[in-house]
C-alpha cells in the first residue's frame, strides 16, 4: 500500500523559508518520479516541483530559483526547500509519485498524492 505522509507546513513572513517532508512507503522508492503540488483553496492544483528516478529536476517557473526539491533514496524521503516565500504561495502543499520513473510534469502523470500540508506566507 503506497503511502505518501507530508510534514513541514506552516506559517511564516513573507521573505521567510520553509522546508518540507514528505516519507514514503508501500513502493520501491528509487524507481518512481516524486514531486510537489500545491492547491489554493478554490483552484486547480499546481505543478510545483519533481524529481526523477535519477535525480533530473523540472520546477515551476513561479519555482525556479527560489524552491530546490531533493530526494533521500536511502531514506524514502524527498524534501522542498522553499526560500523567499511569497503570500501568493499560501496553499496545501502536496506530495506525489509518478506513474513511471521519468519526470513529474502534470496531474496526469500523477498516480499517487499525500494528503498534504498546509503553509501560510503572511505579508
Known amino acids: 500500500q503506497v503511502q505518501l505522509a507530508e510534514s513541514g507546513g506552516g506559517r511564516v513572513q513573507a521573505g521567510g523559508s520553509l522546508r518540507l517532508s514528505c516519507a514514503a512507503s508501500?513502493?520501491?522508492?528509487?524507481?518512481?518520479?516524486m514531486g510537489w503540488f500545491r492547491q489554493d483553496p478554490g483552484k486547480e492544483f499546481e505543478f510545483v516541483a519533481s524529481?526523477?528516478?535519477?535525480?533530473?529536476?523540472k520546477y515551476a517557473d513561479f519555482a525556479k530559483g527560489r524552491f530546490t526539491i531533493e530526494r533521500d533514496n536511502a531514506k524514502n524521503t524527498i524534501e522542498l526547500q522553499m526560500n523567499s516565500l511569497k503570500p501568493e504561495d499560501t496553499a496545501v502543499y502536496c506530495c506525489v509519485r509518478g506513474r513511471y520513473h521519468a519526470l513529474v510534469s502534470d496531474a496526469a502523470s500523477v498516480n499517487y498524492w499525500g494528503k498534504g500540508t498546509l503553509v501560510i506566507v503572511s505579508s
Open positions: 508501500g513502493f520501491t522508492f528509487n524507481t518512481f518520479s
Open positions: 524529481l526523477s528516478a535519477n535525480f533530473n529536476t
